[in-house]
């Protein structure tokens, strides 16, 4: 209850504390990148299901809205604007009803073949049918609707985001607990074993569709919320790169805890809002760190942190914190070095017209020049080797941590039996 109570308090305070219209569209973002990285997770890190399409939901629900939204601003269609991320929702499910049906069919590879194809062809639909999907421009609309109730109108920034936050913390609330539904257990044992699933009498394929519907259920919440937020819906929303990017920050933020797709979410706002204003190889640093991600976290920043928490929670901190300190300092030089030459060569491709001089954490570096390429190659690989013999170190007093605490756990339970 008090991780709840906390999360509240969070999404309250927030936009009190980051008080321009900006900030607080970004905080919108956030919480709508949150919705639809968990309502992805219930397919990747609840049933295992690796989906290359997941945009096709959250889009499709945002198109359905944002419709619903002009019908309500003609009045042909009454219905508050509170109300319209739920018609999204509804959107959301009754095309993953639709086409889950022929997608859960196949589980694994198959599965995921699957949803890139289907995501493909609802992309290119969005470009052939203008009437609904509103062609290249896609179809804009406009949020203030009626006569303002109690002064609320939902055009100012503020009004909207605590809409927005209302309907996070519900769907948050409510996919925790649909891990916690019998639907939800049974669709864990699917990811972990379908055949025994099978044989104690469940069907995997039913447990996978009525999973899939849940899921498209959220999404078009996510999307009904976009819609208001951005009040333009375009076909980039059921696009390849957003399924890859819920399937990227979803992964990083640790699809195996509940709490990981949350990071997630934020992650990917942060990344695409704020990164890519810094720099314009934002695409390459998130490719890299998901490489990184991958090799030495697979588990995600939620996982990590578990695992911390875990290790503090025995007394092993002393231990692996100063070892973990100087990992991360060893990748962080070996990160500006990276960043230096990546910084140099998309000048060099982008802005020569201006000069070969750029400006990196305060630095002036002349990217025609080979000292400039020299010491950022030395910086790189004194970081690499550095971290590297840091991880070593670390995996080393991370095992006999471990091994120490399993060995705890088990004499515990030798006196508790």
Known sequence: MSVWL?????????????????????LG?????????????????????????????????????????????????PIPVSLIPMVGALGGMFFAALLGYVTVRKSGTPFAMITLGIGELVFAMSLMFSGFFGGEAGVSSNRVVGEAVMGITFGPPRQLYYLIAIYTFLSVLGMYAFTQTPLGRVLNAVRDNAERVEFVGYSAERVRYFSFIVSGF??????????????????????????GSYLLFTFLGGATIFFGPII??????????????????????????????????????????????????????????????????????????AAVMIEMVYHLQLATAIGDEVKIFGMMLHAKQMGSWLGAAVVFLVGAVWFEWARRKLAAVWHEVHTEMEAAANAQQGVAA
Not at 288 to 317: C, D, T, W
Request: net charge positive.
């Open 264 to 337: 997630g979410g934020v992650l990917m706002v942060l990344a695409s809002v704020l990164l890519s204003e810094w720099t314009n190889a934002w695409l390459l640093y998130l490719g890299l760190v998901f490489v990184f991600m991958v090799m030495y976290a697979p588990g995600g920043i939620a996982s990590l942190i578990m695992m911390l928490v875990r290790v503090a929670k025995h007394g092993y901190m002393g231990r692996v914190a100063p070892k973990l300190l100087i990992a991360a300092a060893g990748g962080i030089v070996a990160f500006v070095g």
């Open 218 to 243: 959220f999404s078009g919440v996510a999307g009904g919320l976009a819609a208001l937020l951005f009040e333009l819906v375009t076909a980039e929303v059921v696009g390849a790169v957003r399924s």
């Open 29 to 77: 973002q956030m919480c709508v990148a949150i919705i639809a990285c968990l309502s992805y997770n219930i397919l990747l890190g609840q049933g295992g299901m690796l989906s290359f399409g997941h945009a096709v939901y959250t889009g499709l629900g945002a198109y359905v809205a944002i419709h619903a939204l002009n019908m309500a601003g003609d009045g042909s269609l």
């Open 6 to 26: 906390v999360f509240a308090v969070i999404l309250i305070v927030a936009p009190l504390i980051f008080r321009s219209n900006l900030s607080v569209n970004i």
